[in-house]
C-alpha cells in the first residue's frame, strides 16, 4: 500500500496547470471528474429521485497535477529548472494562442488570458515579448492520441516546425515507456471552459456555493506550483468569460482562466501501471515540443 500511494504523490505532482478534483461520496461522476454539483439537464445522470445528496470533501493533496517539481522544496536546481520548464511552456502556448487569434490580447480573449497567467507566475516581460514576436515563426500545432500502461489515454499537444521530426520523439518516448500512438483516444475528451481563482480562505460550502451562483457545471481543487491551494471552475467552453465575469463580481481574483481537455471517464490503474504511467507522463511532459499531457487517470486510486 505504502508503493501505491508513493505512486500516487508522484503522479499528482506530475500535473501541470490543470490539478485534481474535490473529492465526492457518490459514485458516480460528471465528465470531466468527480463532479460536486447536480449535473445539467442536459447531461447524463440518474432520475432526479434517485441522485445523492452530494457532499464536497477537500483531501489535502488530491490528484495536484502534472507539475513533477511541485513536491521539491528548498533546493535551488530543481526549483529553477522547473521555472525554466514552465515559462518555456508559456511561451508555446502564447504562440498557439497569437497563431489562432492574432497578437492583440483585447481582441484575442485566449491570448489574454495565457498573458495574464504568465504575469501571475512572475514570467519576465523580456520574455513574454519574445514569446510574441516568435509566433510568426513558422510552426504547427498538433495533438497525438496515445495508450499508455494500463490501457490509460492520452492527448499529447505539440507545437513543432517539424512534425515528423516530433512524431517519431513522441513515438519513441512512448515505445519506451510502454505505450503507443493511438487514434481514439481523443475522443475520451471533452474541451470545456476552466476558471481558476485562489482557493485560501474559501470553505467547501462557499466553494459549491460560489459554482451554483456563477453558473459553472463543476468545481474542481487543485495546488500551484507552490502548493497553494486553488479552486478550478468547469464550465461550457462558451460560457468560459461569464463565469470569468461572474467570479470578478464575486470578489474573487482569477489565476487563469481558458480552455482544458477534461477526461469522459476515469480510469484506476494498479501501482505497477500507475508507476509506468507516470514515468511515461514526466518523459513525455519534458520533450522539448510538447506543450500539455492531458490524461484519463484516477490519481487517487
Known amino acids: 500500500m505504502k508503493g501505491m500511494a508513493g505512486a500516487a504523490v508522484v503522479l499528482r505532482a506530475l500535473r501541470t496547470l490543470r490539478p485534481g478534483t474535490l473529492a465526492t461520496t457518490s459514485g458516480w461522476f460528471f465528465a470531466p471528474a468527480e463532479s460536486v454539483l447536480p449535473p445539467p439537464s442536459r447531461a447524463w445522470c440518474p432520475p432526479r429521485s434517485s441522485c ?41 502556448m ?32 523580456a520574455s513574454i515579448e519574445t514569446a510574441m514576436k516568435a509566433a510568426g515563426k513558422p510552426a504547427h500545432q498538433h495533438m497525438f492520441e496515445a495508450r499508455g500502461p494500463g490501457g490509460c489515454l492520452l492527448l499529447i499537444e505539440a507545437l513543432t516546425d517539424n512534425h515528423s521530426r516530433s512524431q517519431q520523439d513522441i513515438k519513441r518516448l512512448l515505445i519506451r515507456n510502454g505505450g503507443m500512438l493511438s487514434e481514439g483516444a481523443r475522443h475520451n475528451f471533452e474541451k470545456r471552459g476552466a476558471v481558476v481563482v485562489p482557493g485560501q480562505n474559501v470553505s467547501t460550502e462557499r466553494a459549491l456555493e460560489l459554482a451554483i451562483e456563477v453558473g459553472a457545471e463543476d468545481v474542481q481543487e487543485t495546488e500551484d506550483e507552490e502548493e497553494q491551494p486553488l479552486l478550478k471552475f468547469i464550465c461550457d467552453t462558451m460560457d468560459t468569460g461569464k463565469v470569468r465575469a461572474s467570479l470578478e463580481q464575486q470578489g474573487m481574483t482569477i489565476t487563469s482562466a481558458g480552455l482544458e481537455f477534461f477526461p469522459r471517464t476515469l480510469l484506476s490503474l494498479d501501482e505497477d501501471n500507475l508507476n509506468a504511467a507516470s514515468m511515461l507522463i514526466e518523459t513525455l511532459t519534458d520533450c522539448p515540443d510538447v506543450v500539455r499531457v492531458w490524461d484519463n487517470i484516477q490519481a487517487d486510486s
Open 94 to 125: 502564447i504562440r498557439i494562442a497569437v497563431r489562432e487569434g492574432g497578437p492583440n490580447p483585447e481582441m484575442n480573449i485566449n491570448l489574454a488570458q495565457i498573458l495574464e497567467q504568465c504575469r501571475s507566475k512572475n514570467m519576465p516581460k
Open 52 to 92: 445523492p445528496v452530494r457532499a464536497l470533501q477537500v483531501s489535502s493533496a488530491s490528484r495536484a497535477g502534472h507539475n513533477k517539481w511541485s513536491k521539491v522544496k528548498n533546493i535551488k536546481g530543481p526549483k529553477d529548472e522547473a521555472r525554466s520548464r514552465m515559462f518555456n511552456k508559456l511561451t508555446m
